[in-house]
Structure formats: structure tokens, C-alpha cells
């Protein structure tokens, strides 16, 4: 099942840079976005919610969601040694059950 | 700030033995889930429960797997006969109501079925 595909990474940055972090996904009927940050052996974190295009900030978090090319996207600016863990996105129908992405994993280097 | 639970962290149980997972959602949601991230792997949705019935399930949610809301705080996934591949961290969520859509994850359980 294909459904939201998401780059596993890895990808490192140095401490301070602009991380973007992308998924793609298949079915123009998905109407919410999500972004979870999941730390290892942990329970995924939600970070981001947006509902159908546009963009969403959140302190140094921005999410964008483009419904015409099917793009979801995270932008993390200035970027913290603690943002290192791996990104899931998520699209849903209904609210109810949700597809994720496989992650990405993200290094900050202090 | 309120969270879910869910007990135990890790359970080991031997193939064909029965396992509940609980969870304690956060107090005044409405909507349960169920799902589960086999190492490596996309986190996949396994069931939904909202009004003490199952609303939505995966093709993964086969017979072997059930849920139960057994008083006001708990929300349990019992797997019957246990399969070396149910061997995955399950993790329960929940949501406050329908006009809400942001789910909040537990911390997991960590199931390894030997």
C-alpha cells in the first residue's frame, strides 16, 4: 500500500540550518495533514495538523500542504540538536483511520 | 498536560498465547485507536472504537485481534492466538470528538512473540 510516501533519509544538517522534509501521497481525497516526531522506541509526537492546502506555522515549524501536486511538506527553521528524531507524516479521510509515511530520520549536528 | 498510557512497555509471550494490551486514553476523549509499527516499517492503523463499537478496521484487524473499552478509562487490544509476525510495538491513540482530528499517542507496547 502506497499511499503516503515519505524519503526515509537519512538526513543530517548542522545545528541552526533550514530542514524541509517532504511526502508525497496518492488519493486527491485526503482532506487532513498531519506531522508526528517520533523519537526512538517512542510513540509518535504530534507536531503539525492542517486541514486541505495551505500553509500552518507553529513557532519554528512551518507544514504546507499543496493538494494540486499532492505534496506535503515540514520546514523546521533554525534547527535544534533536540529536533534530532525521525519525522512522520500522515494523511487521513476521515479523522479516523490514519496513513503514514515511513518516517524520516533527522540528525541536528551541534 | 494530559497523555495516554498504555501497559506494559514490553511484553514477550510465547507463539499461540493470548496477549491484552491496555491503554488508558486521555480522560475526556471520545475516540480510540489501535495500531501498530512493525520494526523498520510504516505505522499502520489496525481499529477504531468510538460509542463502545468498532467504527473503522484495517484488513490487518483480522478475527485473532479484538477491542475492548471494559469501564470509563481503559481501552485494551487482545490478540488471541499470538503469531511470530504480531511481533511490533502496538501503539494505542486517542482523539477528543469528530470535529477534532489530531490524534495523541501512547508510548507503546512493545509486543515479541518467541
Redesign the interface.
Known amino acids: 500500500q502506497k499511499e503516503v510516501e515519505q524519503d526515509p533519509g537519512p538526513l543530517s544538517v548542522p545545528e541552526g540550518a533550514i530542514v524541509s522534509l517532504n511526502c508525497t501521497y496518492s488519493n486527491s481525497a485526503f482532506q487532513y495533514f498531519m506531522w508526528y516526531r517520533q523519537y526512538s522506541r517512542k510513540g509518535p509526537e504530534l507536531l503539525m495538523y492542517t486541514y486541505s492546502s495551505g500553509n500552518k506555522e507553529d513557532g519554528r515549524f512551518t507544514a504546507q500542504v499543496d493538494k494540486s501536486s499532492k505534496y506535503i511538506s515540514l520546514f523546521i527553521r533554525d534547527s535544534q540538536p533536540s529536533d534530532s528524531a525521525t519525522y512522520l507524516c500522515a494523511a487521513t479521510f476521515t479523522g479516523n483511520q490514519f496513513y503514514f509515511g515511513t518516517g524520516t530520520s533527522l540528525t541536528v549536528i551541534p | 498536560e494530559p497523555e495516554?498510557t498504555?501497559t506494559p512497555s514490553h511484553q514477550v509471550t510465547q507463539m499461540g498465547q493470548e496477549v491484552i494490551l491496555r491503554c488508558v486514553p486521555i480522560s475526556n476523549h471520545l475516540?480510540f485507536?489501535w495500531?501498530r509499527q512493525i520494526l523498520g516499517?510504516?505505522?499502520?492503523?489496525l481499529v477504531?472504537f468510538y460509542n463502545n463499537e468498532i467504527?473503522?478496521k484495517?484488513e490487518i484487524f483480522d478475527d485473532q485481534f479484538s477491542v475492548e473499552r471494559p469501564d470509563g478509562s481503559n481501552f485494551t487490544l487482545k490478540i488471541r492466538s499470538t503469531k511470530l509476525e504480531d511481533s511490533a510495538?502496538y501503539?494505542c491513540a486517542s482523539?477528543g470528538g469528530?470535529s477534532?482530528?489530531?490524534?495523541?499517542?501512547?508510548?507503546?507496547t512493545?509486543l515479541t512473540v518467541l
Open positions: 495516554v498504555q475516540y485507536y495500531y516499517q510504516k505505522v499502520e492503523f477504531s467504527s473503522e484495517s510495538m501503539f482523539k469528530s477534532y482530528n489530531e490524534q495523541f499517542f501512547g508510548p507503546g512493545r
